[in-house]
């Protein structure tokens, strides 16, 4: 099955400043990468997502990049702010076929903003 | 419009106990998903739904997981005989169309703690 490793684990940074989190996937049908935000005590939310036929969608200050040669994809927020401290998770899923979309998650990155 | 909801909120039971938990998904939405989240741990798929059929269970980590949907509305999700490796925050997502590449909504989550 699908296995996905996330990178850091934690990630500090001033306000002002850019954070970016990558994951890498295992299985080559993955054709589907969102990535949530969990806020304390909150339900994770969607921030932005890629699909394989394109390698790189931005959304205000939120970017994704994804390379599907090497497996890997991942997600660059410019201009930090306090509100963006969060647990970031990234995900892979096949769209179609027998995987039916489930979603196989990264184990999460802590992004702490500083003022 | 209203989102997924989840009931209870907060559940804590006596090991040996079972444990009922309800999902209501976004009207209209097909597919539902669970999943369990861990303390510090990323999210782990459990069941997938299409309509009332439960095509992939291959998350549910012991016969005493069970869940069923009616309607092709709500969901439930049963553990029977629980354990203290069952505590958690159990998760539910649901999107628009079945075979993965939708948005999934999560509700708010069942944090479970057995005693």
């Known amino acids: 099955g699908e296995n996905v490793e996330q990178h850091p684990s934690t990630l500090s940074v001033q306000e002002g400043d850019s954070a970016v989190i990558k994951c890498t996937y295992s299985?080559?049908?993955?054709?589907?990468f969102p990535w949530y935000k969990q806020e304390l005590g909150k339900r994770p939310q969607l921030i932005i997502d890629?699909?394989?036929?394109?390698g790189e969608k931005k959304d205000q200050r939120i970017a994704v990049t994804l390379n599907k040669t090497a497996k890997h994809f991942s997600l660059h927020i410019t201009e930090t702010q306090p509100e963006d401290s969060a647990v970031y998770f990234c995900a892979a899923s096949r769209a179609g076929g027998t995987s039916y979309g489930k979603l196989t998650f990264g184990q999460g990155t802590i992004l702490t903003v500083h003022p | 419009g209203a989102g997924v909801s989840q009931s209870p909120s907060n559940k804590v039971t006596e090991k040996g106990k079972d444990v009922e938990l309800r999902c209501d998904p976004i009207s209209g939405h097909t597919a539902l998903y669970w999943y369990r989240q861990s303390l510090g741990q990323g999210l782990e798929f459990l069941i997938y739904?299409?309509?009332?059929?439960?095509p992939d269970k291959s998350g549910l980590p012991s016969d005493r997981f069970s869940a069923e949907r009616t309607g092709g509305s709500v969901s439930t999700l049963t553990i029977q005989r629980t354990q203290q490796e069952d505590s958690a925050v159990y998760l539910c997502a649901s999107s628009l169309r079945w075979g993965g590449g939708d948005t999934q909504y999560f509700g708010p989550g069942t944090r479970l703690t057995v005693l």
């Open positions: 739904f299409q309509g009332n059929s439960a």
């Open positions: 299985d080559s049908a993955s054709n589907y």
């Open positions: 890629i699909r394989s036929n394109v």
